[in-house]
């Protein structure tokens, strides 16, 4: 913060609590009583008259507490422009210390499970640690994927047994430590539009839907010159690109002619973000366990 918008800060702040003190303590001054009194003064509203009565000790003492509390808070703590306060206090050492105390906390919890593969955690008995991997995924990883792995549109569902980059307990491990970052080009500027429509027919007719034979096969030569490189000439797809099956009905993006055709003419560009330094190993495991048992 800038020399100008920390005195600013602090003028403004500080010109608040002393400008409320002085009204507090210039309406006290300018009581008429300072007891009870039957006088009022000299309205009435609906039957209703004020009585020229003090403001209670107990209120007015309570006014002056918080102003005293306001400002033994700007001095302890920050609040006042760039000055840290007495107690040198920030909302990051705050919350390491947080984090550092539930690591000290639930390390022994981790522990535990940290010498189970992912299989042995999907073995009877290990449903607890299947239990916290399905939090941590809860708080991590649904947002994306879903509460319940179900995925949603440019996301892929993990609840059924068509992989990306492979459904085997090291391949889900490598995707949460290192995310992924799917790319493919676009190909509407190369084939036209013409061609891209060609290209779509045949895509669609490898997983069994009614298309315009004739253009599809016209779309099989571009698709093997274009798209075979990754997705294979069978259309089964590439784990380890993480080029999609298209001979299956799992669509990412969408399945209808539309769709697909969007995604040939103007590419996709997936990404998903690397965990390793968001959780820890033990954390991953157990993450990686309960994705695998989606599918199981």
């Not at 006088?39 to 609906?46: A, I, P, R, S, Y």
């Not at 509390?69 to 609040?79: D, E, I, K, R, V």
């Not at 941590?136 to 993990?158: D, E, I, K, R, W």
């Not at 045949?202 to 253009?215: I, N, P, R």
């Amino acid at each position: 913060m800038s020399a100008f918008w920390s005195a600013w800060i602090t003028v403004i702040t500080l010109a608040v609590v002393f400008g409320v003190t002085w009204l507090l303590l210039a309406t006290r001054k300018g009581e008429t009583s300072k007891e009870e009194t039957d006088q009022t003064l000299g309205h009435e509203f609906d039957g209703i008259q004020e009585y020229d009565n003090p403001l209670p000790r107990w209120w007015f003492q309570l006014f002056l507490a918080t102003v005293i509390f306001s400002l033994g808070y700007l001095a302890l703590y920050p609040g006042l422009g760039n000055y840290k306060g007495l107690l040198g206090w920030t909302s990051a050492n705050q919350w390491e210390e947080e984090m550092a105390h539930a690591e000290e906390v639930y390390k022994p919890v981790f522990a535990k499970y940290a010498a189970l593969s992912v299989e042995e955690l999907n073995q009877p008995g290990n449903e607890t640690g299947l239990k916290m991997g399905q939090r941590m995924f809860s708080n991590n990883c649904a947002v994306c994927h879903g509460q319940g792995g179900q995925g949603a549109y440019g996301f892929p569902t993990l609840t059924d047994s068509d992989w990306l980059y492979g459904g085997e307990p090291a391949q889900i491990i490598t995707t949460i430590v290192n995310g992924r970052r799917g790319a493919m080009p676009a190909w509407g500027p190369v084939l036209g539009e013409d061609g891209v429509q060609d290209v779509t027919n045949y895509v669609l007719s490898l997983s069994g839907k009614t298309v315009d034979t004739e253009a599809a096969a016209r779309g099989q030569t571009q698709f093997n010159t274009l798209c075979a490189a990754c997705h294979m000439p069978t259309g089964k797809g590439m784990q380890a690109l993480g080029a999609p099956n298209l001979t299956d009905n799992v669509w990412l993006y969408g399945g209808d002619f539309e769709q697909v055709a969007h995604s040939i003419r103007a590419g996709r560009a997936g990404v998903m973000p690397a965990h390793k330094d968001l959780l820890s190993e033990d954390k991953i495991k157990l993450i990686s366990a309960y994705v695998y048992s989606l599918s199981k």
